[in-house]
């Protein structure tokens, strides 16, 4: 990946990216995921110069990597469903400050749809453009002077997932062929109304064209009482103002027979793939043997699943 300087960053505004947005972004800087460091660089270079990757957001250093290690985890559990399966087209929704779509059509013959609210868009915009900026000159560079085409197609593209005629609009934008279509961090904001009509826009999509959708939000509610690791005071607000835990799934078989009643059936889910965590190693130095086990605990409650589904 390319290193972005100064006068990249200074010639875009990415001031606007919302707190939320803007921890998130921080802690997948920490790893190995594509463009997210060089992305958090450029948060950095306008924030004048502070550094962002020392902060742990109040969490204390142990269960700040905890954090870090889940969304990390979550972001490569997606791809893993998508390494086994030939889809060329793949559409992403509420991708939010996410560059897989980016990375992926860098490298392969994808034709990508990345996909959330316009405000979002036209603040990732921004990102995205000063990012195949740095990586046409690392391209140039490896080519020793001719920059090759990236082989995939990717685009940025408004949807509102709850409007059908829309997200029909951007299905009809792929070209022949099925559709994966991909999520992470969704459906922990929307209510069973919502989940419902955000159902029926993929199933309908998927019914025409064949595919599958991968969700990385199958969220279980903790116990009353039961601590969340690595949750801030200002995460604990976010929370409750959303009614995050309200909307999460009571077990794993409500959420299956959910998605059933949905028109849908599980068809695989992403199996632990710890070898693949760059944060893992700054864990064990943070929280030591202790951490570690904490983690590999047998009989762990288990509260996040990633999985794939299939149009019944």
């Known amino acids: 990946m390319a290193s972005l300087n100064n006068e990249t960053a ?20 920490h790893t190995n ?22 902060a742990d957001f109040g969490l204390g250093s142990a269960n700040y990597w905890i954090t870090v290690m889940h969304f990390e985890s979550r972001y490569w559990s ?11 087209n793949i559409l992403e929704i509420s991708s939010g400050f996410s560059f897989r779509g980016l990375a992926l ?3 392969q013959p994808v034709f990508y749809i990345d996909t959330d609210l316009e405000g979002v868009i036209a603040g990732k915009q921004r990102f995205v453009d000063a990012l195949i ?15 090759k085409n990236p082989p995939g197609h990717y685009e940025l593209q408004p949807l509102n997932v709850l409007d059908p005629a829309a997200f029909r609009k951007i299905i009809a934008r792929f070209p022949p062929g099925p559709i994966a279509i991909v999520n992470e961090g969704l459906l922990v904001y929307l209510d069973d109304a919502e989940k419902e009509g955000l159902g029926q826009n ?16 199958i969220y279980l509610k903790r116990q009353a009482g039961d601590p969340l690791p690595g949750q801030s005071e200002a995460s604990r607000q976010w ?13 794993f078989e409500e959420a299956r027979s959910f998605f059933h009643r949905m028109g849908f059936t599980v068809d ?40 794939r589904l299939l149009p019944s």
């Open 133 to 147: 900026a740095g990586d046409r000159v690392a391209r140039a560079t490896e080519a020793d002077g001719n920059a």
């Open 239 to 251: 929370h409750e103002q959303h009614k995050i835990e309200e909307k999460k799934f009571d077990n």
């Open 105 to 107: 059509s860098r490298h």
């Open 202 to 217: 993929i199933r309908e999509g998927l019914l025409t064209r064949g595919g599958c959708w991968i969700t990385a939000d």
């Open 10 to 29: 200074a010639s875009q505004d990415f001031s606007a990216i919302s707190p939320s947005a803007y921890a998130l972004l921080k802690m997948k800087g």
């Open 78 to 88: 997606i791809d893993q469903l998508l390494d086994d399966q030939s889809f060329t």
């Open 33 to 54: 995921i594509p463009f997210a460091r060089e992305a958090a660089a450029l948060l950095e270079n306008v924030n004048n110069g502070q550094d962002m990757f020392t």
């Open 268 to 307: 695989k889910e992403a199996p632990p793939n710890y070898d693949r965590l760059s944060s893992l190693a700054r864990l064990r130095e943070a929280g030591g043997a202790e951490a570690i086990s904490y983690l590999r605990q047998p009989g762990r409650t288990r509260l996040h699943a990633t999985w």
